[in-house]
């Protein structure tokens, strides 16, 4: 498994909840801390929503759904994972000029489908909502999937539209103007696009999609959290648009982030791991 998408900081911390009938305010987070630039180094990288796939982007999503106990089978060029009403498939050979698709998922009347490039972070928070709603199915567990507070933290991350209300169909802009999402008014279709010349990623969600798995996509635009990848990974189109920093799970980055720094100093860059909430931490809200 590539380092640089290791699951050794799943120590995802989830954006608090807003107070109620209040509106979200626009932050701007704090540039990272400049990074040696070598070719093997891993390094932060901010948008999150812009740090590409890596050439083991299904590995983890991969391992999510086998530690769920789902059932594996092979099919063509993918890796088919079913259980109760909903099947995945991993789409390997995303290298190859004719594959379009890393992820696709499907139930009783929804389909989920994410491109090749679609960032690591985004297929893996994909596969452990997935395993939640395939548990929620199973246990009769209540669904607490809140897409209103995964829109909330869009608006607070500076996405325009996010707290847009009405009937027509809601147009989600990054600041950067580099990702958008386009939600049907009946929320039956979002689509989801990111990137320029070339380089970038698009997934769309139709039909009766559960809402903990929208929340989880959506949930990965709007995080402030580097993804973490080597510099030699990076698409070259986007570069120019990244925000590139030391690696946020190096030890003496992690001594910078750890709660006592940021006590001692409020203006310290605060690093948390580039990730959806994993099954636990999201059931027991």
């Known amino acids: 498994m590539d380092s640089t998408t290791s699951s050794a900081a799943s120590n995802y911390t989830r954006r608090p909840r807003r107070p109620a009938g209040s509106e979200p305010r626009k932050r701007v987070a704090p540039p990272l ?3 040696t630039w070598n070719r093997g180094n891993a390094v932060g990288v ?3 929503y812009l740090a590409l796939g890596t050439y083991t982007s299904l590995a983890r999503a991969r391992r999510v759904l086998q530690e769920a106990s789902w059932t594996r089978t092979g099919r063509d060029q993918a890796q088919a994972f079913t259980r109760g009403d909903i099947e995945v498939l991993l789409h390997d050979d995303t290298d190859q000029p004719y594959q379009r698709e890393a992820l696709t998922a499907h139930g009783p009347g929804w389909r989920a489908v994410f491109s090749a490039q ?15 709603v395939a548990m929620v199915a199973e246990d009769g567990a209540p669904d607490r999937a809140d897409l209103d507070q995964a829109l909330f933290c869009l608006a607070e991350a500076g996405w325009e539209g996010a707290d ?12 950067d103007r580099l990702a958008e999402i386009l939600c049907h008014p009946g929320k039956r279709a979002w689509l989801i696009t990111a990137g320029v010349d070339g380089e970038g990623w698009e997934a769309e969600l139709v039909g009766d999609c559960p809402d903990l798995l929208v929340e989880a996509v959506v949930g990965c635009l709007a995080t402030e959290s580097p993804a973490r990848r080597r510099t030699a990974d990076l698409p070259t189109a986007l570069r120019r648009y990244l925000d590139i920093g030391p690696d946020p799970y190096r030890a003496d980055v992690a001594r910078r ?4 720094a940021r006590a001692a100093g409020p203006a310290a860059l605060v690093i948390t791991p580039a990730l959806g909430a994993s099954a636990s931490v999201r059931r027991s809200r």
Do not use: F, M, N
């Not at 982030?257 to 006592?260: E, G, I, L, V, Y």
């Open 33 to 35: 801390p400049k990074a």
């Open 46 to 48: 901010r948008p999150a």
């Open 118 to 132: 679609s960032p690591d972070e985004v297929l893996a928070s994909a596969a452990e909502a997935l395993a939640e």
């Open 164 to 175: 847009t209300r009405g009937g027509s169909i809601a147009r989600i802009t990054s600041p």
């Open 257 to 260: 982030t750890s709660p006592a």
